[in-house]
């Protein structure tokens, strides 16, 4: 599913229910944890994305960097929000991997985290990876001569 928006002030309702849809799309034969995520920019696009599991585990990529992969495969840069939705009762946090990759995507984003059961909250990528490694910390290490 991908729709078109108006993004003044995020929907974050529209975001969240597209999280919970693209969930069932999941493919998690393995480890049945199956997780939705939606992506928000600010052209008013969601993009999708849920996670995809090898038996070759590490082959396995999370719903969080299909939908931002997705989104930036589209022409989209500007990242206003990303809904990540688990089968869990409280609300789970995305692994480092993810989190790395929203806060070098995505800094701006909120990111708003659902249980399966609707509990939400509303964190940003530099709470969720305080001290992150990017692109400003490449710049101070050019090569330098010995």
Known sequence: MLSEVYVDQPDYA?????AYEARERAYAPYSRFRVGAAVLTASGRIFPGVNIENAAYPMTICAERVALF?????GEREI???AVVTPTDEVASPCGACRQVMLELAPRAVVLLLSQHGQQQRITPQELLPHGFGPLQLEGAREQPE
């Open 14 to 18: 529209a975001l969240a229910a597209a």
């Open 80 to 82: 206003v929000a990303l």
């Open 70 to 74: 997705s989104a930036y495969a589209a």
